[in-house]
T-cell receptor
Framework: DADVTQTPRNRITKTGKRIMLECSQT?????MYWYRQDPGLGLRLIYY???????NKGEISDGYSVSRQAQAKFSLSLESAIPNQTALYFC????????????FGPGTRLLVL | GEDVEQSLFLSVREGDSSVINCTYT??????LYWYKQEPGAGLQLLTY?????DMKQDQRLTVLLNKKDKHLSLRIADTQTGDSAIYFC????????????FGAGTQVVVTP
């Protein structure tokens, strides 16, 4: 079984709708991250969490919110989706404590019409 | 913010060596990474190098780090069709609290 899973894998929604993307991990890592990938721009950090009580904004947090429900779960919400949020979204985890290697989920492809 | 730059495209013939280059600006980089993304898949960690090293070899992969020039490269020996993918360079530093800064990715196409 995959260590980092994301649901759904694909999603089509309409402008103005609220949607949630979910991430779960079985690696026992404290740190979790949400990125979006756009062609030619690499990955950009949206939000990150270093433990259950810790939430931090990344480079491009506007229009997004997150919830760290447990050590293993980190969800990303788009409160009112807009077309320029169409992208590939990745969740990642790392152990922290001087072990910074990040492990990625398979991604969620989101299309906002 | 700090930048990581890569060329966007590389074409290589099967059996040849591929060299993917990356430059970065962060003077306090600690770890530098290479990730591989195959079509429709997430990012797979290929290898990483600590900033006090200048070379790391792992089977067909060789990572070279020139810290003075802030230049990182990934050499793939005997490139195969299965090596066709997007390769991302990323770095983290003592200032970034574990966050990764990614390059835009290099699309590698392996031709027969």
């Amino acid at each position: 079984d995959a260590d980092v899973t994301q649901t759904p894998r694909n999603r089509i929604t309409k402008t103005g709708k609220r949607i949630m993307l979910e991430c779960s991990q079985t690696k026992g890592h404290d740190r979790m991250y949400w990125y979006r990938q756009d062609p030619g721009l690499g990955l950009r950090l949206i939000y990150y969490s270093f433990d259950v009580k810790d939430i931090n904004k990344g480079e491009i947090s506007d229009g997004y919110s997150v919830s760290r429900q447990a050590q293993a779960k980190f969800s990303l919400s788009l409160e009112s989706a807009i077309p320029n949020q169409t992208a590939l979204y990745f969740c990642a985890t790392s152990a922290g404590h001087n072990e910074e290697t990040q492990y990625f989920g398979p991604g969620t492809r989101l299309l906002v019409l | 913010g700090e930048d990581v730059e890569q060329s966007l495209f590389l074409s290589v013939r099967e059996g040849d060596s591929s060299v993917i280059n990356c430059t970065y600006t962060d003077s306090s980089s600690t770890y530098l990474y290479w990730y591989k993304q195959e079509p429709g898949a997430g990012l797979q960690l290929l290898t990483y190098i600590f900033s006090n090293m200048d070379m790391k070899q792992d089977q067909r992969l060789t990572v070279l780090l020139n810290k003075k020039d802030k230049h990182l490269s990934l050499r793939i020996a005997d490139t195969q069709t299965g090596d066709s993918a997007i390769y991302f360079c990323a770095e983290t530093s003592t200032d970034s609290w574990g966050k990764l800064q990614f390059g835009a990715g290099t699309q590698v196409v392996v031709t027969p």
